[in-house]
């Protein structure tokens, strides 16, 4: 079975969010990249099909900047192909365009079966697997955590992760594009050491991103932080103060009495 | 020719399932009723399904009900219901269309806009109409920012976030117009429903809990998770977590609080180490009392907390539990 995962960068959420002077997108200039974690997840679970089923996994993401690192840890942690599909991207790329330009490139890339990361922190346009399906008429699940293939390799039966912990099981026909939520175990990690003996060893494969049209169908007019009449209460002082302003809060809602 | 009147009538996508509808649909209906009031149009409720005519009737607050049932459609499947979905929009298609953004609408919404090539914002917390401009507001990067967008063209798509907007201004009696619409055809689908797996009983219920301590990635190793974990028995309540706790496999799947985990409404919830994602505060928004602790200030976690700790989880937890067994 022929696994393609394309993976995104998004910022990382964990550094400071720069707005631009205009108030309209990120600074990039300041910007950390990672991969996003969903996507983390889909590799990991095509990485586990391949391990029982056989077959490729190829990886593929648009050079947004940063990636070259991402796509060389993906193949440390067994990938078989990575591709860079260069373009102008590195300020940013609708979903919709994305998908577009993924759905161009897939073309000459075998796939029975597709995972990305069920959504992205950045996705303001859409999901880009779905949409991604579209473009190519297949069809397309997300949510998923749980992915068999059926013998033969004609189908995979889903689950789809409702509310309540509530799921469903669906027989999906391949090839399909699944959104995956998360793998059947927690994602792998590739050590430093192996990812730079990969990065002297194997080489990254690059493709020009056709040109176009697509776009978000909407303009950003204002970016910012949310701007919550009320906002927690920020209780200062030493963690011996704060403890002791969290112990008097709790014993004054009642929370202290056995 | 080409008609060129300015498209005014709001859709709401309902969901439901195994016969309720969800809250977000009367969420939904509310903000749809108040755009309609705006542009002037109907409010339109599209329900899919089979056997499921009956719910028009709690879906009062919208001017027509256009029920679509069909075999296919009998359970939820991404494919059969966006196809239909398509066919109905296309023939009448609304100024806004709201599609909720669960598990369900997440692929609708977005196979809509890809199908029918209409401009979509996703995690919409707010909309706004006015002088024929829409304005969608999305929560992004993780419910850090908001973006303020201008949708281009006639009609848009919005996926909403749960808990954006009231469910009551959506809940009303009256008996909204029935048309029954018949689906495009369905027998080409690739794919097909198995089966509802329902959640397993764990060892405690943590949606009747009266105090919740939650654990999220902060906590850097399940060496470290007994620490939350005794605070949660030194207040008498129990530990629940974020959901990339329970992917490590560092807890069960019935200690997840969230979207794709348990709704609680504890009188007390503390949250430890948990950034706020949309997805988690969605399903413990409720909490009577909510404090968080977290090195971050920006966290969106302080937005719905009501009262923060801006330091380490390691040096403030383990003092708090001692203080408040020796309390
Ligand atoms: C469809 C869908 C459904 C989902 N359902 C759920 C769900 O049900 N429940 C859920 O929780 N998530 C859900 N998620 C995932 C969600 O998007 C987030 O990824 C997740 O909530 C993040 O968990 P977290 O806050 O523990 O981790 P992170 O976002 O990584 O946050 C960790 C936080 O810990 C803080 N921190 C780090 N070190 C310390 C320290 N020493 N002391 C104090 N603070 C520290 C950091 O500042 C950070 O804010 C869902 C996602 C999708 C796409």
């Given at each position: 079975?022929?696994?393609?995962?394309p993976?995104?960068?998004?910022?990382?959420?964990?550094?400071?969010?720069?707005?631009d002077?205009?108030?309209h997108?990120?600074?990039?200039?300041?910007?950390?990249?990672?991969?996003n974690?969903?996507?983390?997840?889909?590799?990991?679970?095509?990485?586990?099909?391949?391990?029982?089923?056989?077959?490729?996994?190829?990886?593929?993401?648009?050079?947004?900047g940063?990636?070259?690192?991402t796509?060389f840890?993906?193949?440390?942690?067994?990938?078989?192909?990575?591709?860079?599909?260069t373009?102008d991207?590195?300020?940013?790329?609708?979903?919709?365009?994305?998908?577009?330009?993924?759905?161009?490139?897939?073309?000459?890339?075998?796939?029975?079966?597709?995972?990305?990361?069920?959504?992205?922190?950045?996705?303001?346009?859409?999901q880009?697997?779905?949409?991604?399906?579209?473009a190519?008429?297949?069809?397309?699940v997300?949510?998923?955590?749980?992915?068999?293939?059926?013998p033969?390799?004609k189908?995979?039966?889903?689950?789809?992760?409702?509310?309540?912990?509530?799921?469903?099981?669906?027989?999906?026909?391949?090839p399909?594009?699944?959104?995956?939520?998360?793998a059947?175990?927690?994602?792998?990690?590739?050590?430093?050491?192996?990812?730079?003996?990969?990065m002297?060893?194997q080489?990254?494969?690059?493709?020009?991103?056709?040109?176009?049209?697509?776009?978000?169908?909407?303009?950003?007019?204002r970016?910012?932080k949310?701007?919550?009449?009320?906002?927690?209460e920020?209780?200062?002082?030493?963690?011996?103060?704060v403890?002791?302003?969290?112990?008097?809060?709790?014993?004054?809602?009642?929370?202290?009495?056995? | 020719?080409?008609?060129?009147?300015?498209?005014?009538?709001?859709?709401v996508?309902?969901?439901?399932?195994?016969?309720k509808?969800a809250?977000?649909s009367?969420?939904?209906?509310?903000?749809?009723?108040?755009l309609?009031?705006?542009?002037g149009?109907?409010l339109?409720?599209?329900?899919?399904?089979?056997?499921?005519?009956?719910?028009?009737a709690?879906?009062?607050?919208?001017?027509t009900?256009?029920?679509?049932?069909?075999?296919?459609?009998?359970?939820?499947t991404?494919?059969?219901?966006?196809?239909a979905?398509?066919?109905?929009?296309?023939a009448?298609?609304?100024r806004?269309?709201l599609v909720?953004?669960?598990?369900m609408?997440?692929?609708?919404?977005?196979g809509?806009?890809?199908?029918?090539?209409?401009?979509?914002?996703?995690?919409?917390?707010?909309?706004?109409?006015?002088?024929?401009?829409?304005?969608?507001?999305?929560?992004?990067?993780?419910?850090?920012?908001?973006?303020?967008?201008?949708?281009?063209?006639?009609?848009?798509?919005?996926?909403?976030?749960?808990g954006?907007?009231?469910?009551?201004?959506?809940?009303?009696t009256?008996?909204?117009?029935v048309?029954?619409?018949?689906?495009?055809?369905?027998?080409?689908?690739?794919?097909?429903?198995?089966?509802?797996?329902?959640?397993?009983?764990?060892?405690?219920?943590i949606?009747?809990?009266?105090v919740?301590?939650?654990?999220?990635?902060?906590i850097?190793?399940?060496?470290?998770?007994?620490l939350?974990?005794?605070?949660?028995?030194?207040l008498?309540?129990?530990?629940?977590a974020s959901r990339?706790i329970?992917?490590?496999?560092?807890?069960?799947k019935?200690?997840?609080?969230?979207?794709?985990?348990?709704s609680?409404?504890p009188?007390?919830?503390?949250?430890?180490?948990i950034?706020g994602?949309p997805e988690?505060?969605?399903?413990?928004?409720?909490a009577?009392?909510?404090?968080a602790?977290?090195?971050?200030?920006?966290?969106?976690?302080?937005?719905?907390?009501?009262?923060?700790?801006v330091?380490?989880?390691?040096?403030?937890?383990?003092?708090?539990?001692?203080?408040?067994k020796?309390?």
């Amino acid at each position: 079975m022929n696994i393609v995962v394309p993976v995104k960068m998004v910022p990382d959420l964990v550094e400071e969010l720069e707005v631009d002077a205009a108030g309209h997108a990120l600074d990039r200039s300041f910007l950390k990249l990672r991969i996003n974690e969903f996507d983390e997840h889909a590799l990991e679970e095509a990485l586990l099909l391949k391990a029982t089923h056989g077959g490729t996994v190829t990886v593929l993401a648009l050079d947004t900047g940063e990636v070259d690192e991402t796509l060389f840890t993906c193949l440390a942690k067994g990938a078989d192909r990575a591709v860079k599909i260069t373009g102008d991207f590195q300020e940013g790329v609708s979903s919709h365009a994305a998908a577009v330009v993924l759905a161009r490139a897939l073309g000459a890339v075998p796939h029975d079966l597709i995972l990305t990361g069920v959504q992205a922190a950045d996705d303001r346009d859409g999901q880009v697997g779905i949409l991604l399906a579209t473009a190519l008429d297949l069809p397309h699940v997300s949510v998923v955590s749980g992915v068999e293939p059926a013998p033969g390799g004609k189908a995979a039966t889903v689950r789809q992760e409702y509310s309540g912990g509530i799921m469903a099981e669906l027989e999906v026909d391949l090839p399909a594009v699944l959104g995956i939520q998360a793998a059947r175990a927690a994602p792998r990690y590739a050590p430093v050491s192996k990812v730079r003996q990969v990065m002297k060893t194997q080489k990254l494969e690059e493709i020009p991103a056709p040109p176009v049209e697509a776009g978000a169908g909407s303009t950003v007019s204002r970016l910012a932080k949310p701007e919550t009449a009320d906002r927690a209460e920020i209780l200062e002082g030493s963690p011996e103060e704060v403890a002791d302003r969290l112990l008097a809060l709790f014993a004054e809602r009642g929370f202290l009495k056995r | 020719m080409q008609d060129l009147t300015p498209l005014n009538d709001m859709a709401v996508v309902i969901e439901h399932l195994e016969g309720k509808l969800a809250d977000i649909s009367f969420e939904m209906l509310g903000k749809g009723r108040e755009l309609a009031k705006v542009s002037g149009g109907r409010l339109l409720a599209l329900l899919l399904g089979r056997g499921v005519k009956g719910l028009a009737a709690e879906l009062g607050a919208a001017d027509t009900v256009v029920v679509t049932e069909h075999e296919a459609l009998a359970h939820y499947t991404p494919e059969a219901h966006k196809q239909a979905l398509a066919a109905i929009l296309k023939a009448r298609p609304p100024r806004v269309t709201l599609v909720a953004n669960t598990a369900m609408g997440m692929d609708l919404a977005a196979g809509l806009s890809g199908s029918l090539g209409w401009p979509l914002c996703a995690y919409v917390k707010d909309a706004r109409l006015a002088d024929g401009r829409l304005t969608a507001v999305s929560q992004i990067y993780g419910g850090k920012l908001l973006a303020h967008a201008d949708m281009e063209g006639p009609s848009a798509i919005l996926s909403v976030l749960a808990g954006s907007f009231p469910a009551d201004a959506g809940k009303a009696t009256g008996t909204p117009q029935v048309e029954e619409v018949a689906p495009p055809p369905l027998d080409k689908v690739r794919i097909r429903f198995k089966r509802l797996i329902q959640p397993e009983a764990g060892d405690v219920d943590i949606t009747r809990q009266a105090v919740l301590v939650s654990v999220g990635r902060g906590i850097q190793s399940k060496d470290n998770i007994p620490l939350v974990e005794e605070l949660a028995e030194a207040l008498g309540g129990a530990l629940s977590a974020s959901r990339p706790i329970v992917d490590q496999g560092w807890l069960p799947k019935t200690r997840q609080v969230g979207k794709s985990g348990m709704s609680v409404k504890p009188k007390l919830y503390v949250a430890v180490g948990i950034s706020g994602a949309p997805e988690h505060i969605e399903g413990m928004r409720g909490a009577e009392l909510i404090v968080a602790i977290n090195t971050d200030p920006n966290a969106p976690i302080f937005n719905v907390a009501h009262y923060g700790v801006v330091s380490d989880l390691f040096d403030v937890i383990p003092l708090l539990t001692e203080k408040i067994k020796s309390s």
